[in-house]
């Protein structure tokens, strides 16, 4: 029997490469505004914005043995520039939002069910421009440790750290080649990330082969948080 995996947001960059990897052998569920890069899926869609509306669960299958929150903000300003409105929206978008529907999955996850949920390497990397967003995903990393703490051993917790990977919401910072090189030459491994970079580990942190991990912070970062080449 396939296993249920939830995605909220899916329909493109990480969790699209996420949804094309796990589709053949699990069942995916992806909760998104758009169904944009699902059509040639085998997924199931269904139509939602994790900031305003309300999940309705009777749309989901009753048992599920992954979650996946997906959706994310890169507001990279000084300080000085950021309003407390942006620091409230990233907030609820990647981390208020995010608890919201756990609550109301918890009830379905099976035993054994696993959680991956994003941050970023600017969280334990201090980088100028990134205070609203490494807030907002400070939270999560804090969050993912308690909750992987009180629901072991029968719910797994899992966060990923990535560095700039090249989906639609880095846009403007590799919209041209020479943006792309100098992000580039910031990493040991002399690239930006690729979707699906992120997307194997997600699978691999969604799967029983990794059933023995729990409360980890990730990084998948090209070596940009360990490493100093320069």
Known sequence: MKKNILLIGGSH?????????MEKEYNVFVASRS???????????????????ELNTEDLPETLHGFVYCPGSINLKPFKMLSLDTFEEDMQLNFFSMVKIIKEIMGK??????????????VGTGMPFHTSV????????????SLAAEYAPNLRVNVIAPSLVDT???DRLLNNDKKREKMADRHPLKRVGKPKDIANIAAFLLDDKSTWITGQ??????????????
Not at 35 to 53: K, Q, R, Y
Not at 134 to 145: D, H, L, Q, S, V
Request: hydrophobic content about 50%; charged content about 15%.
């Open 13 to 21: 960059g990480i969790g699209l490469a996420l949804v094309k990897l």
């Open 217 to 230: 912070i990730v990084g998948v970062d090209g070596g940009l948080s360990t490493l100093n080449v320069t």
């Open 109 to 122: 996850m099976a035993d054994g069910a696993s959680v991956v949920l994003f941050s970023t390497v600017a």
């Open 134 to 145: 490494a807030a907002a995903k400070g939270a999560i990393e804090g969050f993912a440790k």
């Open 35 to 53: 169904s944009e890069g699902l059509n040639d899926t085998d997924s199931v869609h269904i139509p939602f914005d994790a900031t305003t509306d």
């Open 168 to 170: 639609p919401l880095a």
